[in-house]
């Protein structure tokens, strides 16, 4: 009632929006009564009557949270009622208070639940003001990770946003907040998933992303947080994106060392499903590419045919795979399949190759197949994928099981 008689008092509001949140907080009977009285067209209201106030916008934001925060019916009224609009004004308002910033982005974060809500958020201007609040508040960790999260579920199946994006400056920014927080797990993390969704599918967004060093920032990423899961998973995502018929990013990638890190986390987060699948995903990519050559007709840079790189990788994902991934998994072993069932020499990818190393058998018991000594001797020391180390792994495995025999 004191919401209602008191519009323009701004005592009055801060304090009832702060009573109204210490009624509902982990309340959920509270939280159902409340809207179904209309608190949360009157904080509406309010927001938009104050709009120049601080304290009741952190308090009405604080309420609002609350009132929507795992409650869809309430979640409805809000987005009905106009509290997309009426926060992204919020933020505009308050670019220089990082509390508002921070109390706005997780507003807006719950609302965005479904399209309806991610059109009118793009349609109010949400994502230009997200990028407003990162670059006002560049060193502010926690505005970092509310925002990168935000600008993640705003894009999120939704075109036009990412459009929006591309324009409004997102990606580049998202590199600089990569580069200022290097250290901070939670930002690289929330800072890979908001890359992801603008390049899923908007090429031009994809090679402003590569232009603007986003490839290298995924790899350091993947590099300085080698121990975390959440980095790795979301980082792979990202990068697999990125390289998803883009050779200049392919290039970049494999320039970064893409490769040798992607292997190393197959190898260190071998008992994580969800880092695999990512992983996998995106090492098939380089295998493919290393094995038939990325298009025809398309200079590649430095990331030329490499055969032995190309078998190494395709059978590295084939080992690690896993029942979520049958399909992919099953593209990946037929592409093997064909490559071996040719005979293909495992140098140069020459069919009906007539040699082979009598010194082992590979990881599938296939003979490993060579055209000529020459294709022999240059797999034998090729710098990524030498056959020396894998033969001499070979050999240890079978004199062990012979030995195991007798």
Request: with cysteine.
């Amino acid at each position: 009632m004191a919401m209602r008689e008191h519009q323009g008092s701004e005592i009055v509001q801060t304090e009832a929006c702060e009573a109204l949140s210490g009624l509902i907080a982990d309340n959920a009977e509270n939280t159902t009564r409340a809207g179904s009285a209309g608190a949360i067209e009157d904080l509406v209201v309010i927001m938009r009557r104050l709009a120049e106030s601080k304290g009741v916008h952190e308090e009405a934001c604080v309420a609002l949270y609350n009132l929507t925060r795992n409650h869809a019916e309430n979640t409805i009224r809000a987005t009905t009622a106009g509290a997309v609009e009426a926060t992204v004004v919020a933020m505009r308002c308050h670019l220089d208070h990082h509390t508002v910033q921070e109390l706005t982005c997780m507003v807006l974060d719950g609302l965005v639940c479904n399209g309806a809500a991610r059109t009118r958020a793009g349609n109010a201007g949400a994502v230009e003001a997200i990028v407003a609040a990162m670059r006002r508040h560049a060193q502010n960790e926690r505005v970092q990770q509310i925002a990168c999260l935000l600008v993640g579920a705003v894009i999120y199946n939704n075109a036009k946003n990412a459009t929006r994006a591309g324009s409004a400056g997102v990606i580049e920014y998202i590199v600089v907040v990569k580069d200022t927080h290097l250290e901070s797990e939670t930002v690289q993390a929330w800072a890979c998933q908001a890359l992801h969704n603008p390049v899923i599918y908007d090429t031009a967004n994809r090679a402003r992303a590569g232009s603007s060093g986003a490839v290298e920032a995924l790899v350091e990423a993947m590099h300085r947080h080698a121990t975390s899961e959440a980095v790795q998973k979301d980082a792979c995502r990202a990068l697999h994106r990125l390289i998803n018929s883009n050779a200049g990013n392919v290039v970049r990638a494999r320039n970064a060392h893409a490769i040798e890190v992607l292997l190393a986390v197959v190898s260190r987060h071998a008992a994580n499903e969800e880092v695999q699948v990512q992983a996998a995903a995106t090492l098939y990519v380089f295998g493919e590419i290393c094995l038939k050559g990325f298009q025809a007709g398309m200079p590649f840079g430095t990331f030329d045919r490499d055969v032995p790189l190309g078998v190494k990788l395709l059978k590295t994902v084939a080992r690690h795979g896993n029942a979520s991934m049958s399909t992919s998994q099953a593209r990946r072993r037929n592409l093997l399949g064909v490559f071996v069932a040719a005979k293909s020499c495992v140098e140069c990818g020459i069919r009906n190759a007539r040699r082979s190393c009598i010194g082992c058998l590979d990881a599938d018991s296939t003979k490993v197949r060579y055209c000529d000594q020459a294709c022999q001797l240059i797999h034998w020391s090729h710098p990524a994928a030498s056959h020396r180390v894998e033969c001499g792994s070979h050999m240890v495995a079978h004199d062990e099981s012979s030995s195991a025999a007798v």
